[in-house]
C-alpha cells in the first residue's frame, strides 16, 4: 500500500510539472522593462550681481539694488519661480544726466526702493515678445499699483516710456530664459514718484526777417554829393559848350549883316 501511494504522488507532480510546462509554452514572454528616463538637469543658477558687476558700467544701479536689498527680491524671482524675470538696468552715465527736480536725493527709503523694483517685469520677456507686449497697453512692474510702463516696437527697437522718461533698450546684456537683462538709455522715473511731468517747453518764435538792403547802384551810375551822377553832369557840360558855341556863330552873323 506504502508503494502505491508512492507511485499516485509522483505521478501528481509530473502532472503538475508537465501542466506548467505547457502553460509557459503557450504564453508570450513579457517586454523587457524601458528604461527610466534620467531626470532633467537643474537650471543653472544665475547670479545677478555676477552679471552686473561683469557687463557694467552698472556700478551705480547696483548700488541701490543691494542698499535697498531689492537685489534679493529679484534673485528670488529669477531662480526659484516659473515665471523668470526682465530687468532694465540703466548705465551710470544715465544716473549723472537726472535733471531736476527729478533728483534721486529726495527720495525716501521706501520710495528709493519702489523705484529700482520699477525697473523689473516679474515675468520673463524676449525681445521678440515686446512686440505683442506693445499691443496690451501699459505693463505692471515688479513696484505694482500705479507703476506702469507703456512699450512700442518700431521696427525692432524696443522703446518705453514712464512719464518722466522716454527710452529706449539699447542692448541685451543677458536674455536666457528665465532672466532678460536690457540696457536702457535713461533711468526711468515714474509719475507715481515724481507728479506729472513739467510741460515741454514753448517753442521759441522765429527771429523777425531782416531789412531789405537797398539795391545797390548799377556800375558806373554812382552818384556826387550833390545828388547827381558824373556821367550825366559830363553830358550836361557837352551841351553847354555845344549851345555857347552856336549863340557865337548866330551873334557873329547878325553882327557881319549889319
Given amino acids: 500500500m506504502q508503494v502505491s501511494k508512492v507511485f499516485f504522488i509522483v505521478a501528481i507532480l509530473l502532472v503538475v510539472v508537465s501542466v506548467t510546462d505547457a502553460q509557459k509554452a503557450k504564453s508570450p514572454p513579457a517586454p523587457p522593462l524601458a528604461p527610466t ?9 544665475v ?15 547696483l548700488t541701490y539694488l543691494q542698499q535697498t536689498k531689492v537685489i534679493e527680491t529679484f534673485q528670488n524671482q529669477a531662480n526659484n519661480t516659473d515665471e523668470g524675470i526682465t530687468i532694465f538696468v540703466p548705465k551710470d552715465k544715465a544716473f549723472s544726466s537726472i535733471k531736476k527736480p527729478a533728483s534721486l536725493t529726495n527720495l525716501t527709503a521706501d520710495q528709493l526702493k519702489s523705484l529700482i523694483l520699477f525697473h523689473a517685469l516679474p515675468h520673463y520677456y524676449s525681445l521678440a515678445d515686446f512686440k505683442n507686449l506693445s499691443e496690451s497697453g501699459p505693463v505692471s512692474t515688479f513696484a505694482g499699483g500705479q507703476y506702469m510702463l507703456n512699450f512700442t516696437d518700431i521696427g525692432g ?3 518705453m516710456s514712464s512719464g518722466w522718461s522716454k527710452t529706449k533698450v539699447s542692448s541685451a546684456v543677458h536674455s536666457t530664459d528665465p532672466v532678460a537683462i ?3 538709455d535713461s533711468v526711468l522715473l515714474p ?8 510741460p515741454p517747453s514753448p517753442t521759441p518764435a522765429p527771429a523777425p526777417a ?5 539795391a545797390a547802384d548799377a556800375p558806373g551810375t554812382a552818384k556826387s554829393a550833390d545828388g547827381f551822377s558824373p556821367k550825366a553832369s559830363k553830358k550836361s557840360s557837352s551841351h553847354k559848350i555845344v549851345m555857347s558855341y552856336f549863340v557865337f556863330a548866330v551873334s557873329s552873323c547878325l553882327a557881319l549883316m549889319f
Fill in 37 to 45: 528616463p534620467a531626470p532633467a538637469p537643474a537650471p543653472d543658477y
Fill in 47 to 61: 547670479n545677478l550681481t555676477d552679471l552686473l558687476t561683469v557687463a557694467g558700467p552698472f556700478h551705480t544701479f
Fill in 157 to 159: 527697437t524696443v522703446r
Fill in 182 to 184: 536690457y540696457q536702457v
Fill in 191 to 198: 509719475e507715481t514718484l515724481f507728479g506729472p511731468p513739467p
Fill in 210 to 214: 531782416p531789412d531789405a538792403a537797398p
